[in-house]
């Protein structure tokens, strides 16, 4: 790899941050299915393959806030000014994507694993997606708890919605990510 491209590679994950005001244009089936592809290249011990997709398209994005309302309701909620606001969600972006990790109990492969793996690819994903000139927000909320939205999505009560991934373009430009020290994050092992 020259080193313009290891400098390109790096201003792609320095530039990617969370854009919650999401429009139009959203990726097209090939640029989503190129994300979906560098989720898949993710670290994943003994190849469980426990991430899946869900893509919501824009026409449906109504009955998905339903869904989510139902979902909402299904854990308690009764104030209807919430259940309210959560129908209209899916409208903060043109294209939502389930993210989802579907557990396997094995003897070699922890849940956490596999839960991670499905972290690292939905950083690939959003990666991608950056690369490709689209912004994201990596979401959850209360919903994913619940154990009839779940259902809905064919999960099993021990799988995760691990996010709800809102794409399409920034709807504006915002101030570049400040800088980290890594001082503040790394230590040098030392003999104990
Ligand atoms: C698993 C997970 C769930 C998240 N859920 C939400 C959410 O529901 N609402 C929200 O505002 N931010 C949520 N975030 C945080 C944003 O995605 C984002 O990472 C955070 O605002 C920091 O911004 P940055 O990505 O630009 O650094 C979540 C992050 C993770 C990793």
Redesign the pocket.
Known sequence: MTDSNIETIHQNIHQR??IGQLIEPAPNTEQLEKAVQAALTAPDHHRLKPTRFVVVTPELRAAFGEQLASALADLGETDSAQLDRVKQHPFRAPLLVLVLTTIQDHPKVPHFEQILSTGAAIQNFLLSLQAQGFAT?????AVVESNWLKQQLGLKQQDLI??IIYIGTAAKAIAPRAEIDSQDFVKVWQVT
């Open positions: 941050q969370s927000m990596w979401r959850s909320g691990s996010g």
